[in-house]
């Protein structure tokens, strides 16, 4: 549909009704024009102001006044209509565009919003007929022919769409991007004659535009003939080797049906019609390495080399291909020729870094990135690498050093004040750490990790609802960032406000839907909140894939425990857990709770004693050692827990009915 330019019909309906004031000559409507009063111009111009100024809603007032007044203008009545479209009120825009239409049929500025307003309402049948119309008092426009024939394939009237096509391209439509729009609303419409027709259409007048070759072999897919897709992929290779879709498509055709051949002479015909196209060697060189002949994908790169040794691609692939044969010697050896031919070849210096890493040699791991520093003092990334890889050879000191110089002279590259601030919080600085994380987003402050990391710092301060704040931030930037949400609904169930916690988990989990971490926390927020049927979903999923996953068997066994439901069979799953981490003390708790929950208050208090044993100061354990003392007749003992877990946890008021009080 056209896009109406807000105003236009207001200054055409002023410009007819007050003539023009230069000395062109305007040519009156075809329609009898009545003499105007000077009141109803008066209210037209009021209302054209309004317009210019922003003020639809004003001008709608001053067009009614002048409508009441003059009812024989079409000019009023679209300058009407038109504000009620751009207001999106289209049934107020119909009743007044046929208004205009019915004072001057041949008037197009009032079918077009009548179409455009029924295409708004949806109302396709309605706006199919106004183009029917609109076509035929401009046969030769171009956006009236397109969304008629866009309505004609929504109606299912191909033909009479096809013969609107071809009445578009004899109007002067040469964009073949215009015309493949076409092909395609057949072809999602499954009008696979006429989408062929558009297509081929344009394939004899645009050889070059690789798109109809692509919609002719989506027709044939779609249609379940591999074999015609292959020939318009390989007819659209014949004609340019550089239709790189074409290409794409073809390759993953061949390694579907493992066609490892004809893939590999599909790239050798390609190096040989382009060898200046390193991507194609290289890709043929993978192809042989995946038939599994590595005499000739060698070959194949060490050819590339040769033969483009300005390009890094080939010394990667190559080094890669002995990374992958276990040949680290040759791999290390490729390498250092790459960064010896150009020492802007960064990632396989990057590579050869993960190598020495991996070999435990951190000071060669050093020597590869002083070159670049010694070249120019000013690279941050290399003063930054040597500072990452100084801080993992144990020499926290130095590489704090390091950075703090570099502070100086590029404290306002962000990359500077976030890697101090992650060197002082693995040195457990993390008062250090915050001021450089508020830097770093001072500086930088659109990379969720930056504002993950100064939240976990806040945490590890202790500083949990400026940590909370922290995360609440930064998901009005990133509101569905998995991590952020995670954290954020971790410290609300911290703070047992479990239903806000729940919102936050859903999208963490909505985002990043297998991680285990998420799935457990939800999972025990919804436990919270005696919402059983949506956790127990969570564990049957997780033990599904993780059957034999400790964490996942204990707390699956407390889900069970709390509802006092299945015991026999959470007993089983938790001692399994236990066989796995036997000094455990949340296992160990949960295997308490249930011989509490089975009775056996006894056996409840061993496990309950020995979960404390490896971790004293868990509320919730000690709440429980509290519980089975009261169970025990042990009074003194339980209200002296209960006490102990209310101070370590004030958030647990219900601790206070347990020991006798009202009020904290």
Not at 297 to 307: E, G, R, S, V
Not at 430 to 447: C, E, P, R, S
Not at 542 to 564: F, R, T, W
Not at 582 to 602: A, C, H, K, R, V
Request: proline share 4%; net charge negative.
């Amino acid at each position: 549909m056209k896009k109406f330019i807000k105003y236009s019909t207001t200054v055409v309906a002023l410009t007819l009704m007050v003539g023009c004031a230069s000395t062109r000559k305007i040519t009156p409507p075809s329609y009898d024009k009545p003499e105007y009063s000077e009141e109803a111009l008066q209210y037209i111009i009021n209302g054209s102001i309004a317009d210019l100024i922003g003020q639809p809603k004003d001008a709608v007032v001053e067009y009614h006044q002048a409508a009441e007044i003059d009812t024989s203008s079409p000019g009023i009545f679209i300058a009407l209509a038109e504000d009620y479209y751009n207001m999106e009120k289209p049934r107020s825009c119909i009743r007044l565009a046929k208004k205009a239409v019915r004072l001057d049929p041949t008037n197009t500025d009032g079918l077009e919003l009548l179409a455009a307003s029924y295409d708004m309402m949806k109302n396709y049948k309605s706006a199919l007929l106004i183009y029917e119309k609109l076509a035929e008092l401009q046969p030769t426009d171009i956006e009236t022919l397109y969304n008629l024939a866009s309505l004609q394939i929504l109606a299912h009237q191909y033909p009479e769409a096809l013969s609107t096509y071809k009445n578009m391209v004899s109007a002067g439509l040469e964009d073949p991007d215009f015309r493949l729009r076409v092909g395609h609303l057949f072809l999602q419409s499954r009008a696979f004659k006429q989408a062929g027709s558009v297509y081929m259409d344009i394939q004899a007048q645009f050889p070059e535009f690789e798109a109809s070759y692509l919609g002719l072999a989506a027709i044939s897919k779609a249609q379940n003939d591999t074999a015609q897709v292959i020939k318009w992929y390989t007819k659209a290779i014949e004609y340019n080797p550089n239709f790189t879709d074409a290409i794409a498509e073809l390759l993953n055709i061949y390694k579907k049906q493992n066609k490892k051949d004809e893939a590999i002479s599909l790239f050798a015909r390609l190096t040989q019609q382009d060898s200046s196209n390193i991507e194609y060697k290289i890709e043929l060189g993978r192809l042989y390495f995946d038939k599994k002949d590595t005499v000739e994908a060698l070959n194949t790169f060490k050819a590339a080399i040769d033969q483009h040794p300005e390009a890094e691609g080939p010394y990667l692939a190559l080094a890669a291909l002995y990374e992958i044969k276990k040949d680290t010697v040759k791999a290390i050896n490729v390498y250092k020729k790459a960064i010896e031919k150009n020492i802007e070849f960064l990632e396989s210096r990057k590579r050869l870094k993960e190598i020495y890493i991996s070999q435990k040699d951190l000071d060669k791991a050093i020597d590869l990135y002083t070159p670049l520093v010694e070249q120019d003092s000013t690279r941050v990334g290399a003063n930054i690498e040597i500072a990452i890889l100084t801080m993992q050879k144990g020499d926290s000191v130095e590489a704090i050093r390091q950075c703090e110089s570099l502070m100086e002279t590029h404290g306002h590259d962000w990359r500077v004040p976030f890697t101090l601030g992650r060197f002082y919080v693995s040195t457990k600085q993390f008062g250090k750490a915050a001021d450089y994380f508020d830097k770093t987003i001072n500086l930088k402050g659109d990379l969720p990790f930056v504002w993950l990391l100064r939240g976990v710092n806040y945490m590890q301060m202790d500083s949990l609802d400026v940590a909370l704040d922290n995360f609440k931030t930064a998901l009005q930037k990133f509101p569905k960032d998995p991590d952020i949400n995670y954290y954020a609904g971790t410290l609300l169930s911290q703070k047992r406000e479990f239903r806000k916690a729940v919102p936050y988990l859903e999208a963490s989990l909505e985002n990043d839907p297998e991680n285990l971490q998420t799935i457990l926390a939800l999972a025990g927020v919804y436990d919270e909140i005696n919402l059983f049927d949506q956790s127990s979903e969570l564990y049957n999923k997780l033990l599904e894939k993780n059957p034999e996953s400790p964490i996942i068997l204990n707390n699956y066994a407390y889900h069970l425990s709390i509802q006092g439901i299945r015991l026999p069979e959470a007993l089983e799953y938790v001692k399994k857990a236990l066989q796995a981490d036997p000094e455990n003390s949340p296992y160990l708790d949960t295997l308490g709770w249930i011989y509490y929950q089975l009775g056996d208050y006894t056996n409840a208090k061993i496990y309950i004693e020995k979960s404390l044993s490896f971790q004293s100061d868990i509320p919730e354990v000690i709440e429980h050692l509290g519980d089975v003392c009261e169970k025990l007749e042990e009074y003194n003992l339980a209200e002296e827990y209960w006490r102990k877990a209310y101070d370590l946890d004030k958030s647990r008021e219900h601790l206070l009915k347990k020991i006798g009080q009202t009020t904290p």
